[in-house]
């Protein structure tokens, strides 16, 4: 046996288990299961053609190799990309460490107080630096956070607005391009027109109803934009502005100006670049379009006793859970990157970033003076850390470019200079050496930066910000690293037992994948850095995409969205190009499942389509002659179909070829929701399903590890006649001939984390990635089998299987007064984290092991759901005080001198034999959401409020 092989690692049961758990099934072999699985007339008949496994040494090799070919440059390109400089300390505890990054979007507050207090300091500090009241945690990238803007300013529009049509959005021209070319994706179908102009121009007395500025703008001039704000707010224009985090430490915030909505990114807060992403943008508004707010936001309650405790706030305002009426289909974020952006902020306080900003600020001042001195012409007189430089683009990119330094250059007689945290006073000499080169001078070397500011005092910041203790109190590397720690503690991630969140295939994310992440070699390269420079890249994204379209079975995927929400949203965009395409633009009518996932009816209005839902048969399949009559009543106009495969009830409908025959015949495109790719993987694929376009997500199906929620990748993979259309950007050439507009801001979207995927398909191979289907599909059929006396299995295939995940029904506990959210937070007690809670069907919990789970932790959460069913049994209707119903137990409520509980201390704690040597102790009692609803507070609440709890 090859003991160096990576499936052996990254599959959970071993093979001497196999024959003891197919028993239990009741299948001889593991073909017989899967034969018994999935239906016959879709399973592939040839193996998937990728290449051979790689050992984890050789594969460490390869990528080594490959990240050699990246040149990096020092970059001062800017448009919303800066060099940064991640604090090791964080690097070392977070980005590399699986207690944070292993853990799925907090659902489950009482296990996660940890992250939320990261990301309650996240939305503080946003908060602090732009002015608002209130800010989420965090959305994909600076360029669609603005579309949200955008979308919430319409949204919001007044009772009169709304009436008289009131549909335009001025843009100023010095916007980001890749948010021009987004807002424009996304302005078409919601209705709106867009107006992209200059904003000296502006004329206040026509009809908008937002504008978005750039503060400062793409070539770096910082406008006083108070008197253009102002005018606004008279002619009742509401004004959204995208802002530069780093710049907001130096100028006034937006917020003071009386802004509607302030967005950006928070990269360059220590994050590397990794050639567009991931990257936590930020969204702050004022408190009263909370319900309007896209994403998710973390508020303070309390706990049942009465003690300080955080949760998702507002959880179903949650914008895909309003389905068709959700004005954004935002799910998964970037809670990692946003954690490690708020802990930035608590490693440098206050006095830290202003030395930033100001070190940014005077390199630039200083630059620029030097510059002039050499005979050059400065264009922008108000800046914080970009210059424009007028010189022949051609010579000086020609010197730069030898010296290894990327500038962007506008047009062929300007050169645009973004200086950055990472600049030293070194960069500076060398920047002015390449000008002095260019205009055959001798410069003489800065010595020091003179403090010299072109800020003018009244567009300067004077506020103070991160004034709260937790931005001020962990200065040493020994205090910052146990505060890290000390909320890691908190939290139960991957690395301390199965977290079965059905849907969301919470599978290893091997250290092997994780390791390349923090190689300079790959975090440091620009998204705008010539292609040529980014040589290893192009060879990963563009493997990658090959492999992800032989393994969909289709012609061609796009890496660029960011979630899988937003593949839904660039799918769909790419079914309307292809009908506008043979004219048949008018198809708007999507059909929908009862039982998909929100974000699907979310993404469809967004495209600008009706949702149709269609309903599912008694058994949980769809039902398709309901389909079929509204495929033909609507063939006209159809447009979609949605459909999740297999289905979100965990099951290989057999039907599925005759769904996707129906939608064919009436005109319709098949759109294959493909979160539950796990199931599939070569064993069948959408393309044999007959769909036309999937999406994937990378941060399920192909390891990438879920970081809390976020960062993901939702790829989109086409047929044939959809391949023109996959989306482009602005400033890279990318995507089809006839791309539809930008989908995410950087042309390949997070482009770092997609190594992960790439090792994951390297290091398994043509073999070890379908056998990962196959001990997905054993491990779930195991569980169905192992808990079937205890609890009722929803759904299965027609041979009584289950796919990849399964559904138990916990609706008949009503009668003993045990409600599903009991059962999930008893089995914190047990160490173990709940399955997905009420999704598809209410009253339900939905189980998805995966493969990488041991045939130990599956039985030890067998024996804690059998255990805890028993215990349901002990329960009754009027019994408010039980076990079930206090969980979970915290170690101080056990440890407390007073008991008067109608069970002893050990059951609450210990009551399985496994459960002693290794427990999970939640920090807090069970959550009061409605209080928290009520009481809505989300920012760092003052110390003297945790003091007093
Ligand atoms: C996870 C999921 C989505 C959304 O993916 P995000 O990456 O969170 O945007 C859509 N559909 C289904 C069935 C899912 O499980």
């Excluded at 949980?620 to 079929?628: F, M, Q, S």
């Excluded at 294959?672 to 994937?696: E, F, K, R, S, W």
Aim: aromatic residues 8%.
């Amino acid at each position: 046996m090859r003991t160096d092989s990576f499936a052996l690692r990254h599959i959970g049961p071993r093979e001497s288990e196999l024959k003891e758990m197919l028993q239990t099934i009741g299948v001889d072999s593991l073909e017989q299961l899967i034969y018994e699985t999935i239906p016959d007339d879709i399973r592939l008949k040839s193996p998937l053609n990728l290449p051979v496994a790689l050992s984890e040494n050789q594969y460490a090799e390869h990528i080594g190799k490959l990240s050699a070919k990246n040149k990096v440059f020092k970059s001062y390109i800017g448009l919303g990309y800066h060099q940064a400089i991640l604090p090791a300390v964080i690097q070392r505890n977070i980005l590399e460490n699986p207690g944070w990054y292993t853990a799925y979007t907090p659902y489950q507050a009482e296990i996660a107080q940890g992250r939320l207090e990261a990301l309650l300091n996240f939305q503080t500090m946003v908060s602090d630096l732009t002015g608002m009241e209130i800010a989420n945690a965090s959305l994909l990238d600076e360029s669609t956070a603005a579309a949200e803007a955008m979308a919430l300013l319409h949204a919001v529009r007044d009772r009169k607005q709304k009436k008289e049509n009131i549909n335009k959005f001025f843009v100023s021209e010095e916007t980001l391009p890749q948010t021009i070319s987004l807002l424009s994706t996304r302005a078409d179908f919601l209705g709106i027109e867009l107006v992209i102009g200059e904003h000296k121009n502006f004329d206040f007395s026509s009809d908008f109803f937002g504008v978005l500025l750039q503060y400062p703008g793409k070539f770096g001039e910082v406008h006083n934009y108070s008197s253009f704000i102002a005018n606004c707010k008279e002619a009742e224009i509401k004004v959204a502005v995208a802002a530069d985090i780093l710049s907001l430490v130096k100028l006034q915030a937006p917020g003071e100006l009386g802004v509607d909505v302030v967005v950006g990114t928070t990269q360059r807060f220590g994050i590397p670049l990794g050639y567009g992403g991931p990257h936590a943008a930020y969204f702050a508004t004022k408190e009263e379009y909370k319900r309007n707010l896209p994403g998710r936001i973390i508020g303070v309650t309390k706990d049942v006793d009465g003690n300080n405790a955080l949760r998702m706030a507002l959880q179903t305002r949650e914008q895909h859970i309003k389905r068709d009426k959700a004005t954004s289909n935002i799910c998964t974020a970037q809670v990692l990157l946003a954690v490690m952006a708020g802990m930035y902020a608590v490693y440098h306080g206050p006095e830290g970033l202003q030395y930033i900003a100001d070190t940014v600020h005077y390199s630039a001042t200083n630059l620029s003076a030097e510059l002039v001195k050499l005979g050059f012409e400065q264009v922008n007189s108000v800046y914080f850390d970009t210059i424009q430089v007028k010189a022949k683009a051609e010579a000086v990119k020609k010197i730069a470019e030898e010296n290894e330094i990327n500038f962007y250059y506008p047009d062929t007689e300007t050169v645009s200079i973004a200086i950055n945290e990472a600049t030293s006073l070194e960069d500076v000499n060398d920047i002015i050496a390449v000008f002095a080169k260019v205009a055959g001078k001798e410069a003489e070397p800065l010595k020091e930066l003179l403090q010299n500011t072109v800020i003018p005092t009244e567009i300067q910041r004077k506020k103070e910000f991160l004034t709260h203790e937790v931005f001020n109190s962990y200065r040493s590397e020994t205090e910052l690293m146990r505060y890290i720690k000390k909320l890691e503690r908190k939290d139960l991630s991957l690395n301390h037992s199965m977290i079965s969140l059905g849907s969301c295939t919470m599978k290893l994310n091997a250290a092997s994948e994780m390791l390349p992440l923090s190689n300079p070699q790959w975090g440091n390269i620009h998204p705008f850095a010539p292609v040529e420079q980014a040589e290893g890249y192009q060879v990963v994204l563009k493997r990658l995409e090959e492999y992800l379209t032989e393994i969909t079975g289709f012609s061609a995927t796009s890496l660029q969205p960011n979630s899988g929400a937003q593949g839904e949203y660039a799918g769909l965009m790419v079914i309307r190009a292809y009908q506008e395409s043979r004219g048949e633009g008018h198809r708007d009518i999507c059909l929908i499942p009862s039982s998909a996932h929100g974000t699907n009816p979310a993404s469809a209005v967004m495209a600008g389509m009706k949702v149709i839902v269609t309903k599912a048969s008694e058994n949980g399949n769809i039902d398709v002659e309901d389909l079929r009559e509204k495929a033909i009543k609507h063939k006209d106009n159809l447009a979609a179909l949605m459909v999740t495969y297999p289905s979100t009830h965990g099951v290989f409908e057999s039907a599925i070829k005759e769904i996707t025959d129906i939608i064919h015949d009436n005109g319709g495109q098949v759109y294959m929701d493909g979160a539950n790719m796990n199931a599939q993987v070569g064993l069948t694929n959408p393309g044999a399903i007959g769909a036309d376009v999937c999406h994937l997500n990378l941060h399920k199906t192909f390891a990438i590890p879920h970081g809390g929620g976020g960062p993901g990748v939702g790829p989109i993979c086409v047929a044939e006649q959809l391949k023109p259309f996959l989306p482009g950007n602005p400033v890279i050439k990318t995507g089809g001939e006839k791309a539809i507009g930008a989908i995410s801001s950087a042309p390949w979207g997070s482009a770092l984390v997609c190594l992960i995927s790439y090792g994951y398909i390297r290091m398994l191979g043509t073999k070890g990635i379908r056998k990962a289907t196959e001990y997905a599909i054993l491990n779930a059929n195991y569980l169905k089998e192992r808990l079937n006396e205890h609890y009722k299995t929803l759904y299965s295939g027609e041979r009584g299987r289950a796919a990849h995940e399964m559904i138990i029904d916990c609706r008949p506990f009503k009668v003993n007064g045990i409600e599903v959210t009991d059962i999930a937070k008893r089995l914190i007690d047990y160490g173990f984290h709940a399955p997905t809670v009420s999704f598809p069907v209410a009253g339900t919990v939905m189980i998805e092991p995966t493969e990488s789970e041991s045939k130990a932790e599956l039985d030890r959460f067998c024996e804690a759901l059998i255990s805890i069913r028993k215990e349901i049994g002990e329960t009754s209707a009027e019994d408010e005080n039980n076990v079930l119903k206090n969980a979970p137990h915290t170690l101080q409520m056990l440890t407390s001198d007073e008991w008067n509980l109608p069970y002893n201390r050990e059951k609450a704690a210990y009551p399985l034999e496994y459960v002693r040597e290794n427990k999970f102790w939640p920090s807090v009692r069970r959550v009061d959401e409605a209080f928290g609803d009520r009481n809505l507070m989300c920012t760092c609440p003052p110390t003297e409020e945790y003091a007093e709890a």
